[in-house]
Protein backbone atom coordinates (compact mmCIF):
# COMPACT_ATOMS: atom_id res chain seq x y z
CA UNK A 1 0.00 0.00 0.00
CA UNK A 2 1.38 3.33 -1.01
CA UNK A 3 1.76 5.95 1.82
CA UNK A 4 1.54 10.19 0.79
CA UNK A 5 3.58 11.22 3.82
CA UNK A 6 3.50 14.88 1.99
CA UNK A 7 1.95 16.92 -0.62
CA UNK A 8 3.36 19.98 -1.72
CA UNK A 9 3.11 22.42 -4.51
CA UNK A 10 5.57 24.50 -7.07
CA UNK A 11 2.98 27.08 -7.55
CA UNK A 12 3.37 28.64 -11.09
CA UNK A 13 0.35 29.62 -12.24
CA UNK A 14 -1.27 27.36 -14.77
CA UNK A 15 2.52 25.42 -14.79
CA UNK A 16 1.98 24.86 -11.55
CA UNK A 17 2.29 21.10 -10.06
CA UNK A 18 2.46 19.00 -7.30
CA UNK A 19 5.65 17.29 -5.78
CA UNK A 20 4.44 13.60 -3.63
CA UNK A 21 6.52 12.64 -1.15
CA UNK A 22 5.92 9.43 0.56
CA UNK A 23 6.59 4.87 0.13
CA UNK A 24 5.57 2.53 -2.45
CA UNK A 25 4.60 5.42 -4.56
CA UNK A 26 6.01 3.87 -7.81
CA UNK A 27 3.63 1.29 -7.68
CA UNK A 28 0.77 3.57 -7.64
CA UNK A 29 -1.09 3.17 -10.41
CA UNK A 30 -3.92 5.63 -9.51
CA UNK A 31 -1.72 8.48 -8.67
CA UNK A 32 0.78 8.44 -11.46
CA UNK A 33 -2.56 8.25 -13.74
CA UNK A 34 -3.98 11.32 -12.44
CA UNK A 35 -0.78 12.95 -14.36
CA UNK A 36 -0.81 11.35 -17.46
CA UNK A 37 -2.85 12.67 -20.09
CA UNK A 38 -3.23 10.03 -22.69
CA UNK A 39 -2.79 6.98 -23.37
CA UNK A 40 0.75 7.21 -24.60
CA UNK A 41 3.81 6.86 -22.55
CA UNK A 42 7.46 6.93 -22.96
CA UNK A 43 9.73 5.95 -19.85
CA UNK A 44 13.23 7.01 -19.97
CA UNK A 45 15.78 5.03 -16.90
CA UNK A 46 18.87 3.93 -17.25
CA UNK A 47 20.81 -0.19 -16.92
CA UNK A 48 20.77 0.71 -13.21
CA UNK A 49 17.63 1.86 -12.55
CA UNK A 50 15.33 -0.20 -14.98
CA UNK A 51 16.05 -3.47 -13.89
CA UNK A 52 15.42 -2.43 -10.01
CA UNK A 53 12.33 -0.61 -10.30
CA UNK A 54 11.25 -0.44 -13.94
CA UNK A 55 8.78 -3.54 -13.37
CA UNK A 56 7.04 -1.52 -10.18
CA UNK A 57 6.13 1.45 -12.94
CA UNK A 58 5.44 -0.77 -15.69
CA UNK A 59 2.65 -2.37 -13.28
CA UNK A 60 1.17 0.76 -12.39
CA UNK A 61 0.97 2.08 -15.73
CA UNK A 62 -1.32 -0.60 -16.73
CA UNK A 63 -2.32 -1.79 -20.34
CA UNK A 64 -1.98 1.71 -21.91
CA UNK A 65 -1.97 1.54 -26.10
CA UNK A 66 1.56 2.59 -26.39
CA UNK A 67 4.76 2.13 -23.79
CA UNK A 68 7.81 2.89 -25.27
CA UNK A 69 10.60 1.69 -22.67
CA UNK A 70 14.06 3.56 -23.40
CA UNK A 71 17.03 2.04 -21.09
CA UNK A 72 20.02 4.72 -21.33
CA UNK A 73 23.39 3.47 -20.59
CA UNK A 74 24.47 4.64 -17.01
CA UNK A 75 26.73 7.63 -16.26
CA UNK A 76 27.27 11.64 -16.25
CA UNK A 77 29.51 11.23 -19.47
CA UNK A 78 26.29 10.18 -21.51
CA UNK A 79 24.03 13.48 -20.74
CA UNK A 80 24.75 14.55 -24.14
CA UNK A 81 23.36 15.57 -27.49
CA UNK A 82 24.11 12.17 -28.82
CA UNK A 83 22.28 10.21 -26.18
CA UNK A 84 19.33 12.55 -26.96
CA UNK A 85 19.26 11.95 -30.51
CA UNK A 86 18.80 8.02 -29.37
CA UNK A 87 15.50 8.92 -27.23
CA UNK A 88 14.59 10.74 -30.47
CA UNK A 89 15.26 7.71 -32.57
CA UNK A 90 12.96 5.38 -30.67
CA UNK A 91 9.94 7.88 -30.08
CA UNK A 92 9.92 8.85 -33.59
CA UNK A 93 10.36 4.75 -34.50
CA UNK A 94 7.45 4.12 -32.26
CA UNK A 95 5.27 7.16 -33.04
CA UNK A 96 4.89 9.01 -30.63
CA UNK A 97 2.28 11.94 -30.73
CA UNK A 98 1.96 15.29 -29.19
CA UNK A 99 -0.44 13.80 -26.63
CA UNK A 100 2.62 11.26 -25.01
CA UNK A 101 3.63 11.40 -21.78
CA UNK A 102 7.70 11.43 -20.76
CA UNK A 103 8.65 9.61 -17.73
CA UNK A 104 11.78 9.62 -16.40
CA UNK A 105 12.75 7.18 -13.93
CA UNK A 106 16.04 7.75 -12.07
CA UNK A 107 18.66 10.04 -10.59
CA UNK A 108 19.32 13.66 -11.96
CA UNK A 109 21.25 12.39 -15.12
CA UNK A 110 17.89 10.68 -16.36
CA UNK A 111 15.82 13.28 -15.30
CA UNK A 112 18.09 16.55 -17.08
CA UNK A 113 18.45 14.46 -20.34
CA UNK A 114 14.37 12.96 -20.36
CA UNK A 115 12.84 16.59 -19.06
CA UNK A 116 15.15 18.10 -22.09
CA UNK A 117 13.88 15.41 -24.16
CA UNK A 118 9.98 16.41 -23.23
CA UNK A 119 10.54 19.66 -24.07
CA UNK A 120 12.00 19.17 -27.50
CA UNK A 121 9.56 16.51 -28.53
CA UNK A 122 7.28 17.94 -30.70
CA UNK A 123 8.03 21.46 -29.24
CA UNK A 124 6.90 20.10 -25.87
CA UNK A 125 5.14 16.98 -24.13
CA UNK A 126 3.65 16.13 -20.67
CA UNK A 127 6.54 15.07 -18.40
CA UNK A 128 6.45 13.30 -15.08
CA UNK A 129 9.59 12.95 -12.70
CA UNK A 130 10.09 9.65 -10.58
CA UNK A 131 13.27 11.00 -8.94
CA UNK A 132 15.67 7.68 -7.30
CA UNK A 133 18.41 9.64 -6.11
CA UNK A 134 18.25 11.71 -2.88
CA UNK A 135 19.60 14.52 -5.06
CA UNK A 136 17.35 13.89 -7.78
CA UNK A 137 14.33 14.18 -5.16
CA UNK A 138 15.52 17.44 -3.03
CA UNK A 139 16.81 19.11 -6.01
CA UNK A 140 17.36 17.94 -9.60
CA UNK A 141 13.31 16.82 -10.20
CA UNK A 142 11.68 20.13 -8.55
CA UNK A 143 12.11 23.43 -10.45
CA UNK A 144 11.97 22.78 -14.39
CA UNK A 145 15.72 23.22 -14.94
CA UNK A 146 17.03 20.30 -17.78
CA UNK A 147 19.71 20.10 -20.12
CA UNK A 148 23.00 18.12 -21.86
CA UNK A 149 26.18 18.50 -21.17
CA UNK A 150 28.51 20.11 -24.08
CA UNK A 151 32.14 18.91 -23.88
CA UNK A 152 33.38 22.15 -22.73
CA UNK A 153 30.70 23.41 -20.14
CA UNK A 154 27.95 20.99 -17.74
CA UNK A 155 24.29 21.80 -18.65
CA UNK A 156 24.68 24.49 -21.26
CA UNK A 157 22.48 22.68 -23.81
CA UNK A 158 18.91 22.75 -22.18
CA UNK A 159 15.31 24.33 -21.64
CA UNK A 160 13.53 25.56 -18.71
CA UNK A 161 10.27 23.18 -18.73
CA UNK A 162 8.54 22.13 -15.79
CA UNK A 163 7.03 18.86 -15.01
CA UNK A 164 3.53 17.89 -14.25
CA UNK A 165 4.00 16.05 -11.24
CA UNK A 166 7.20 14.88 -9.19
CA UNK A 167 6.53 11.34 -6.96
CA UNK A 168 8.85 10.95 -4.30
CA UNK A 169 9.60 7.82 -3.39
CA UNK A 170 11.57 7.33 -0.13
CA UNK A 171 11.55 3.57 -0.79
CA UNK A 172 14.19 4.04 -3.52
CA UNK A 173 17.08 5.46 -1.09
CA UNK A 174 17.41 1.66 0.34
CA UNK A 175 18.95 0.64 -2.68
CA UNK A 176 21.49 3.78 -3.06
CA UNK A 177 25.25 3.60 -2.54
CA UNK A 178 26.54 5.15 -0.06
CA UNK A 179 28.54 7.63 -1.88
CA UNK A 180 25.28 8.71 -3.51
CA UNK A 181 23.54 9.04 -0.96
CA UNK A 182 26.00 11.36 1.27
CA UNK A 183 26.63 13.50 -2.28
CA UNK A 184 22.68 14.03 -2.40
CA UNK A 185 22.38 14.63 1.23
CA UNK A 186 25.21 17.99 0.14
CA UNK A 187 21.86 19.55 -1.72
CA UNK A 188 19.91 18.94 1.23
CA UNK A 189 22.39 21.05 3.49
CA UNK A 190 22.45 23.68 0.79
CA UNK A 191 19.07 24.72 1.55
CA UNK A 192 19.61 25.45 5.41
CA UNK A 193 22.86 27.25 4.12
CA UNK A 194 21.43 29.70 1.64
CA UNK A 195 17.55 30.31 3.22
CA UNK A 196 16.59 28.06 6.24
CA UNK A 197 19.20 28.63 8.96
CA UNK A 198 16.28 26.57 11.97
CA UNK A 199 16.77 23.68 8.98
CA UNK A 200 20.45 24.03 8.79
CA UNK A 201 20.23 23.70 12.98
CA UNK A 202 18.11 20.51 12.88
CA UNK A 203 20.20 18.83 10.42
CA UNK A 204 23.52 19.06 13.03
CA UNK A 205 21.35 17.68 15.09
CA UNK A 206 19.98 14.54 12.82
CA UNK A 207 21.98 14.18 10.67
CA UNK A 208 23.05 10.34 11.99
CA UNK A 209 19.27 9.63 11.49
CA UNK A 210 19.29 10.48 8.05
CA UNK A 211 23.07 8.36 7.69
CA UNK A 212 21.09 5.75 8.92
CA UNK A 213 18.63 6.33 6.37
CA UNK A 214 15.75 6.65 8.99
CA UNK A 215 12.52 7.19 7.15
CA UNK A 216 10.92 9.63 9.54
CA UNK A 217 14.00 11.63 8.89
CA UNK A 218 14.54 11.67 5.47
CA UNK A 219 10.56 12.38 4.31
CA UNK A 220 11.49 15.65 6.51
CA UNK A 221 14.55 16.54 4.87
CA UNK A 222 13.13 16.06 1.58
CA UNK A 223 10.70 17.69 2.90
CA UNK A 224 12.05 20.72 4.19
CA UNK A 225 14.35 20.99 0.77
CA UNK A 226 11.14 20.72 -1.83
CA UNK A 227 9.48 23.39 0.09
CA UNK A 228 12.42 25.50 0.30
CA UNK A 229 13.23 24.78 -3.81
CA UNK A 230 9.52 25.15 -4.43
CA UNK A 231 9.94 28.63 -2.56
CA UNK A 232 12.53 29.98 -4.85
CA UNK A 233 11.51 28.47 -8.17
CA UNK A 234 8.15 29.99 -7.70
CA UNK A 235 9.53 33.79 -6.90
CA UNK A 236 12.24 33.35 -9.79
CA UNK A 237 11.28 30.68 -12.57
CA UNK A 238 13.98 31.33 -14.88
CA UNK A 239 16.94 32.70 -12.33
CA UNK A 240 16.56 36.28 -13.45
CA UNK A 241 18.06 36.88 -10.19
CA UNK A 242 17.29 34.94 -6.92
CA UNK A 243 17.40 31.30 -7.92
CA UNK A 244 20.99 32.05 -8.90
CA UNK A 245 21.71 31.48 -4.73
CA UNK A 246 20.36 27.80 -5.88
CA UNK A 247 23.83 27.39 -7.13
CA UNK A 248 25.84 27.78 -3.66
CA UNK A 249 29.15 26.49 -3.96
CA UNK A 250 28.28 25.33 -8.00
CA UNK A 251 30.43 27.46 -10.01
CA UNK A 252 33.51 26.07 -8.56
CA UNK A 253 31.70 22.32 -8.38
CA UNK A 254 31.43 22.54 -12.24
CA UNK A 255 35.07 23.63 -12.59
CA UNK A 256 36.05 20.83 -10.67
CA UNK A 257 33.40 18.24 -12.59
CA UNK A 258 34.42 19.98 -16.00
CA UNK A 259 38.00 19.97 -14.98
CA UNK A 260 38.09 16.27 -13.87
CA UNK A 261 35.99 14.83 -16.67
CA UNK A 262 32.53 14.20 -16.27
CA UNK A 263 31.62 11.41 -14.13
CA UNK A 264 34.69 11.37 -11.72
CA UNK A 265 33.50 13.64 -8.63
CA UNK A 266 29.77 13.31 -8.25
CA UNK A 267 28.00 16.39 -8.66
CA UNK A 268 27.20 16.96 -5.15
CA UNK A 269 30.98 16.22 -4.13
CA UNK A 270 31.69 18.98 -6.15
CA UNK A 271 29.42 21.30 -4.82
CA UNK A 272 30.07 19.74 -1.27
CA UNK A 273 33.62 21.28 -1.86
CA UNK A 274 32.60 24.18 -3.50
CA UNK A 275 30.32 25.24 -0.64
CA UNK A 276 32.98 25.00 1.93
CA UNK A 277 35.38 27.37 -0.75
CA UNK A 278 32.66 29.69 -0.75
CA UNK A 279 31.54 29.61 3.01
CA UNK A 280 35.35 30.12 3.83
CA UNK A 281 35.25 33.43 1.18
CA UNK A 282 32.30 34.38 3.29
CA UNK A 283 34.27 34.55 6.19
CA UNK A 284 37.16 36.43 4.90
CA UNK A 285 34.98 38.70 3.11
CA UNK A 286 34.17 38.97 7.49
CA UNK A 287 30.06 38.18 6.74
CA UNK A 288 30.29 35.05 8.71
CA UNK A 289 32.28 33.37 11.53
CA UNK A 290 34.89 31.31 10.72
CA UNK A 291 33.70 28.99 13.57
CA UNK A 292 30.80 28.39 11.29
CA UNK A 293 33.20 27.33 8.46
CA UNK A 294 34.52 25.18 10.98
CA UNK A 295 31.64 23.60 11.93
CA UNK A 296 30.41 23.17 8.18
CA UNK A 297 34.06 21.51 7.68
CA UNK A 298 33.07 19.26 10.49
CA UNK A 299 30.02 18.11 9.29
CA UNK A 300 31.27 17.52 5.58
CA UNK A 301 33.32 15.50 7.08
CA UNK A 302 30.54 13.59 9.18
CA UNK A 303 28.62 13.25 5.96
CA UNK A 304 31.96 11.44 4.35
CA UNK A 305 31.96 14.40 2.01
CA UNK A 306 35.27 15.58 0.30
CA UNK A 307 36.41 19.56 1.93
CA UNK A 308 39.18 19.72 -0.49
CA UNK A 309 39.03 20.36 -4.22
CA UNK A 310 41.46 17.96 -6.23
CA UNK A 311 44.88 17.89 -5.70
CA UNK A 312 45.98 18.63 -9.28
CA UNK A 313 43.33 21.17 -10.04
CA UNK A 314 45.36 24.67 -9.63
CA UNK A 315 43.86 28.28 -8.94
CA UNK A 316 44.59 28.90 -13.14
CA UNK A 317 42.93 26.20 -13.87
CA UNK A 318 39.87 27.30 -11.68
CA UNK A 319 39.87 30.47 -13.07
CA UNK A 320 40.02 29.02 -16.27
CA UNK A 321 36.88 26.41 -16.30
CA UNK A 322 35.04 29.32 -14.17
CA UNK A 323 35.11 31.67 -16.99
CA UNK A 324 32.50 29.14 -18.92
CA UNK A 325 30.06 29.40 -16.14
CA UNK A 326 26.69 30.54 -16.93
CA UNK A 327 26.71 32.75 -14.23
CA UNK A 328 29.37 34.88 -15.90
CA UNK A 329 27.73 37.96 -17.21
CA UNK A 330 29.41 40.48 -19.17
CA UNK A 331 32.61 39.26 -18.39
CA UNK A 332 31.54 39.65 -14.91
CA UNK A 333 31.52 36.18 -12.74
CA UNK A 334 28.52 36.10 -10.12
CA UNK A 335 29.33 33.79 -7.22
CA UNK A 336 26.77 33.20 -4.44
CA UNK A 337 28.22 33.52 -1.01
CA UNK A 338 26.62 33.75 2.51
CA UNK A 339 25.83 36.93 4.62
CA UNK A 340 24.76 34.26 7.46
CA UNK A 341 23.74 30.84 7.98
CA UNK A 342 20.57 30.71 5.98
CA UNK A 343 21.06 33.90 4.32
CA UNK A 344 22.95 33.63 1.08
CA UNK A 345 23.58 36.81 -1.28
CA UNK A 346 24.88 37.31 -4.68
CA UNK A 347 28.63 39.20 -5.73
CA UNK A 348 29.78 40.14 -9.01
CA UNK A 349 32.72 41.72 -7.41
CA UNK A 350 35.03 38.80 -6.34
CA UNK A 351 38.51 39.85 -7.98
CA UNK A 352 40.85 37.33 -9.34
CA UNK A 353 43.24 37.77 -6.90
CA UNK A 354 41.10 37.18 -3.72
CA UNK A 355 40.19 33.97 -5.72
CA UNK A 356 43.60 32.89 -5.91
CA UNK A 357 44.27 33.26 -2.88
CA UNK A 358 41.38 31.42 -1.54
CA UNK A 359 42.63 28.43 -4.11
CA UNK A 360 45.93 28.45 -3.17
CA UNK A 361 45.30 28.32 1.08
CA UNK A 362 43.42 25.09 0.42
P1 LIG B 1 22.87 10.08 -11.36
O1 LIG B 1 21.62 10.35 -12.06
O2 LIG B 1 24.08 9.79 -12.16
O3 LIG B 1 22.62 8.90 -10.34
C1 LIG B 1 23.68 8.44 -9.55
C2 LIG B 1 23.91 6.93 -9.67
O4 LIG B 1 22.94 6.26 -8.90
C3 LIG B 1 23.77 6.40 -11.07
O5 LIG B 1 24.70 5.36 -11.24
C4 LIG B 1 22.36 5.84 -11.08
O6 LIG B 1 22.16 4.86 -12.05
C5 LIG B 1 22.26 5.29 -9.69
N1 LIG B 1 20.94 5.19 -9.12
C6 LIG B 1 19.91 6.05 -9.26
N2 LIG B 1 18.90 5.71 -8.43
C7 LIG B 1 19.29 4.61 -7.78
C8 LIG B 1 18.71 3.80 -6.78
N3 LIG B 1 17.53 4.11 -6.24
N4 LIG B 1 19.39 2.73 -6.32
C9 LIG B 1 20.63 2.44 -6.83
N5 LIG B 1 21.26 3.18 -7.75
C10 LIG B 1 20.59 4.26 -8.21
O7 LIG B 1 23.28 11.32 -10.41
P2 LIG B 1 22.43 12.31 -9.50
O8 LIG B 1 23.33 12.69 -8.40
O9 LIG B 1 21.09 11.79 -9.20
O10 LIG B 1 22.24 13.56 -10.45
C11 LIG B 1 23.32 14.32 -10.90
C12 LIG B 1 22.89 15.09 -12.12
O11 LIG B 1 21.83 15.97 -11.78
C13 LIG B 1 23.98 15.95 -12.73
O12 LIG B 1 23.96 15.77 -14.11
C14 LIG B 1 23.58 17.37 -12.37
O13 LIG B 1 24.02 18.31 -13.30
C15 LIG B 1 22.08 17.24 -12.36
N6 LIG B 1 21.39 18.24 -11.55
C16 LIG B 1 20.36 18.91 -12.11
C17 LIG B 1 19.67 19.84 -11.38
C18 LIG B 1 18.48 20.52 -11.97
O14 LIG B 1 17.95 21.46 -11.37
N7 LIG B 1 17.98 20.07 -13.09
C19 LIG B 1 20.03 20.10 -10.05
C20 LIG B 1 21.08 19.39 -9.50
C21 LIG B 1 21.76 18.46 -10.26
N1 LIG C 1 19.89 23.31 -8.97
C1 LIG C 1 19.77 24.70 -9.25
C2 LIG C 1 18.42 25.13 -9.72
O1 LIG C 1 17.53 24.35 -9.85
O2 LIG C 1 18.26 26.28 -10.00
Same mark, same amino acid.
Given at each position: ????????? @??????????????????????????????????????????????????????? &???????????? &???????????????????????????????? @????????????? &??????????????? &?????????????????????????????????????????????????????????????????????????????????????????????????????????????????????????????????????? @???????????????????????????????????? @????????????????????????????????????????????????????????
Amino acid at each position: MSLIMHTLH @VELGERSYPVYIGRELLGDGKLLGQHIAGSQVVVISNETVAPLYGERVRSALGSR &QLVTEIVLPDGE &QYKSLQTLSTIFDRVMADKHSRNTTFIALGGG @VVGDIAGFAAACY &QRGVNFIQLPTTLLA &QVDSSVGGKTAVNHPLGKNMIGAFFQPQAVLIDIDTLHTLPKREFSAGLAEVVKYGLISDEPFYRWLQEHMPRLLAREEAALAEAIERSCANKAQVVAADEREGGLRAILNLGHTFGHAVETGQGYGTWLHGEA @VAAGMLLALELSARRGRIDRAEVDDFRELLLGMHLP @VRPPEDMDAAAFLDLMAHDKKVIDGRLRLVLLQAIGAACIVDDVTDAELRGLLADR
